[in-house]
């Protein structure tokens, strides 16, 4: 095979990944600069104002350089859980009434999806746990802000690794879970691609109306049932946020979407049409699409899905019950947030993540053997009074056939026994959060560092020292 082909191979299957970030709201609220101070008891951080008066299209000002590039992360084994942040991005230039680049336009984009996706090779299941753009966090060196502002920070105050590095930074911190990947398409590129997939076929629980984008474009109703949409007719449909819970709705429309597009890509008689139009395909979205996957991450992990079943793909959102709506005033405007509920946030995330089914957590035998396949490396400091509790601890775990590779004395005292995690294996955090009776956040502390000793750091307290399962 070319070279050249093989780029486009790469590209195809990057942007049929894509399509499970594809889209948010394609009219984005009015734009948010970046002088942010909030109002009313949140906390915010205020910063320089960088954002461009509005210009006319024939003085656009030349695009400012990138972000610095940062490494790309390891590349997946194949066999460790692995989590992705995908994002959805719209960069499309509109007009207002004069002819002028409407204010909202103007600078770098926010995101307006974020899914985070995680496969699990091991048990050969998938979940998909979408991130509502209006969750008010705390953005890793800027303050709280809504969520969907890490990716324009990013980019517009040239962060290494631009926007998707600080949007996985302000993921990860949010759900408690490192985030290793990012793959983000352009709302245009993805209607080109469902095109070229060929229109997918979609289950509309309800009656409802969906504004397309385009010259000549009207509202289009759609009966409940199924329906084939087409690229502007799918991007209309998971846009729309004018529905009974606003953007819950819309976050459910896009994970039915992702699973019609799996069904259609994944299809025997579809895939010969697709690879022969891979070059016209690659052409028309390349521009579209960015990743830090490899080519080889990408071949195992396209591979690794045509073997998960339907019914081991978990779905959920972050919905009403796991945030408090709120309001702040930002530049003088009255701005809606929803502010998280962490310890709802984390249920979920564990019954995605972690679970057989949506109903509990996996009995305590089956997790431990899900713990060790994963293989994690472990290593066990002592923050006790207890002289000799890292080592008894250590023989302990090596007893239930966990990998630990270090035992030392630990460089600070948490007071309690704390975990913290390098790497995403999240059996062994789950395991780790029973056995420990881990039951305050700061207790599980997500930390990616590639130069870390191990992939779990274990620090075990008086509270294990004194009392514990260990014979």
Known sequence: MKTGSIFSLRNIIVAVLAVVFFAGAFVAARFLTVTMQAVGGIPGIALANSTPDAASVDTLP???PAAP?????????????????????????????????????????RSDTMILLTIDPQSKTAGMMSIPRDLWVNIP??????????YYDGEAFKVPGGGPELAMR??????????QYYAQIQFWAFTHLIDAIGKVEVNVPKKIFIDPVGPGADDIMLSAGLHKLG?????????????????????????????AARNQVLNPTNFPTILANAPTIYSEIQSGVRTNLTFNDIMKLGILAKDID?????????????????????????QSIAKPIPDKIRELRDEIFVTNTAVGPLAQGELID?????????AVYNASSVQGTAQRTADYLKS?????????????????TQVVSHSNNLYTLKYFSQLFNLKSSSQVVNKTDQAAAANIELIVADDWAVNNPMP
């Open 310 to 334: 339907l019914t081991n793909i978990k779905k959920g959102v972050i919905d009403y019950k796991m945030m408090l709506l709120d309001n702040v005033v930002v530049n003088g405007e009255n």
């Open 370 to 378: 899900m713990a060790k396949a994963e293989g994690a490396t472990i």
């Open 69 to 109: 590039e940062i490494p790309l992360p390891p590349g997946w084994d194949g066999a460790s859980r692995v989590t992705i942040l995908l994002l959805g991005i719209d960069t499309e230039v509109r007009l207002d009434s004069e002819g002028k680049v409407s204010p909202d336009r103007v600078g770098p984009a």
């Open 62 to 64: 030349t695009p400012e």
């Open 231 to 259: 690229g502007v007719e799918a991007l209309a449909y998971v846009r729309q946020r004018h529905t009974k819970d606003g953007d819950v709705d819309r976050s459910k429309r896009q994970q039915d979407v992702i699973i």
């Open 170 to 179: 302000t993921v990860e911190q949010v759900i408690g879970v490192p985030v």
């Open 400 to 416: 239930l056939g966990l990998n630990v590779i270090l035992v030392d004395n630990a460089s600070y005292l948490p007071g309690v």
């Open 141 to 150: 060196g800027f303050g709280y802000a809504k969520i969907n502002t890490a």
